[in-house]
């Protein structure tokens, strides 16, 4: 009887010794974020053609991805010469993501129309850490 309450002490012990080791384990890679940086595809979009900005994620996460924050700036106005950006966007499993821009036809007159840029910000959220470069930016040619 003895020997029975003695073997299940010493197995629940080792037990619990196995799954703190592992959830000690399970904390030590939850301080290793991922760091995400940007960058753009290409410096001139004509009007009217899409463009894209490429996210990326290193280390990339084991079981799936994440969501990341963003602000959009610069002189291009959304809905007049760009399709706005709805943040966050999601990187995958990968650790890759395309935001793509869908520039628009320019309806201003001949006289008003000109170039302008759209610059996309990492802006910090819950699970992951902005690397450098944290911003890039596309110019939207006539």
Same mark, same amino acid.
Request: charged share 15%.
């Given at each position: 009887?003895?020997?029975?309450?003695?073997?299940?002490?010493?197995?629940?012990? %080792?037990?619990? @010794?196995?799954?703190?080791? !592992?959830?000690? #384990?399970?904390?030590?890679?939850?301080?290793?974020? &991922?760091?995400?940086?940007?960058?753009?595809?290409?410096?001139?979009?004509?009007?009217?053609? &899409?463009?894209? @900005?490429?996210?990326?994620?290193? &280390?990339?996460?084991? @079981?799936?991805?994440? =969501?990341?924050? @963003?602000?959009?700036?610069?002189?291009?106005?959304? %809905?007049?010469? =760009?399709? /706005?950006?709805?943040?966050?966007?999601?990187?995958? #499993?990968?650790? =890759? !993501?395309?935001?793509?821009?869908?520039?628009?036809?320019?309806?201003?007159? /001949?006289?008003?129309?000109?170039?302008?840029?759209?610059?996309?910000?990492?802006?910090?959220? /819950?699970? =992951?850490?902005?690397?450098?470069?944290?911003?890039?930016?596309?110019?939207?040619?006539?």
């Amino acid at each position: 009887m003895r020997t029975k309450i003695l073997s299940k002490l010493v197995l629940s012990l %080792g037990l619990m @010794f196995v799954l703190g080791s !592992a959830i000690t #384990q399970l904390h030590a890679e939850e301080d290793k974020v &991922p760091i995400i940086t940007i960058h753009s595809t290409e410096e001139a979009v004509p009007r009217g053609k &899409p463009g894209a @900005f490429v996210l990326d994620m290193r &280390p990339t996460l084991m @079981f799936g991805g994440t =969501y990341v924050n @963003f602000g959009v700036s610069g002189t291009a106005i959304p %809905g007049v010469d =760009y399709v /706005p950006l709805i943040s966050p966007h999601y990187i995958g #499993q990968s650790g =890759y !993501a395309v935001m793509l821009v869908q520039t628009l036809p320019d309806r201003r007159a /001949p006289a008003f129309r000109r170039s302008c840029k759209v610059v996309v910000t990492l802006e910090p959220g /819950p699970g =992951y850490a902005v690397g450098e470069p944290k911003s890039a930016q596309m110019t939207i040619e006539p």
